[in-house]
C-alpha cells in the first residue's frame, strides 16, 4: 500500500510541476538620463535558451509591441529602436519570413520632458516567444518606470 501511495504522490508531483507556467523572459526597465531633459527609456528582455522573442517588426508571427501610456509632461522622440543580435531566418512551419532576438534585447525609447519635473511612464508589453519545437501563447507585462 505505502509503494502505490508513493507512487501516485510521484506523478502528481511531476504533473504539478510540468503545469508550471513557462517564463522564459525576465524584463528588466529603466530611464538613462542623457542630457538636461533627455531621457532614454530601455526596456530590456534577458531570454533564457533556448527560446528566442521576436522583433517589433515582423507580421508574423506575433511581433513585440511597447505601449506606453500617454503623459502630458512626456514627449516621445521617433520610434522604439532595437539594440542586439538580431536573427533573420524563413520559417518553413509559418512559411515566412522572421525577425527574433536570442539571448537579450534592449528596446529604447527617446523621450524629452516637457517641464523639469519627475514624472513616471507606464504601460505594456505585449510579446511571444519561440523555440525550435513550440510557441508559448502572447504573454503581456506591464512596466512603471520613473523618470527624474
Known amino acids: 500500500m505505502k509503494k502505490i501511495v508513493f507512487f501516485v504522490l510521484t506523478i502528481i508531483i511531476g504533473l504539478n ?5 513557462l517564463n522564459p523572459v ?6 538613462v538620463k542623457k542630457s538636461d531633459k533627455q531621457y532614454d527609456i530601455t526596456f530590456t528582455a534577458n531570454v533564457d535558451a533556448p527560446w528566442h522573442i521576436y522583433s ?3 507580421k508574423n508571427p506575433l511581433p513585440t509591441k511597447i505601449s506606453i501610456k500617454k503623459n502630458p509632461l ?12 538580431l536573427e533573420k531566418l524563413f520559417d518553413k ?4 519570413n522572421v ?4 539571448k537579450k534585447v534592449q528596446f529604447v525609447q527617446s523621450v524629452t520632458l516637457k517641464v523639469a519635473s519627475k514624472t513616471r511612464l507606464t504601460g505594456e508589453i505585449e510579446y511571444m516567444v519561440c523555440n525550435d ?10 512596466f512603471d518606470i520613473a523618470v527624474q
Open 17 to 21: 510541476v510540468q503545469a508550471q507556467k
Open 26 to 31: 525576465k524584463w528588466n526597465f529603466e530611464a
Open 56 to 58: 517589433q517588426f515582423p
Open 74 to 85: 512626456v514627449q516621445i522622440n521617433g520610434k522604439i529602436i532595437e539594440v542586439g543580435a
Open 93 to 96: 512551419n509559418i512559411k515566412s
Open 99 to 102: 525577425a527574433y532576438f536570442t
Open 133 to 142: 519545437e513550440r510557441c508559448l501563447p502572447p504573454s503581456k507585462v506591464s
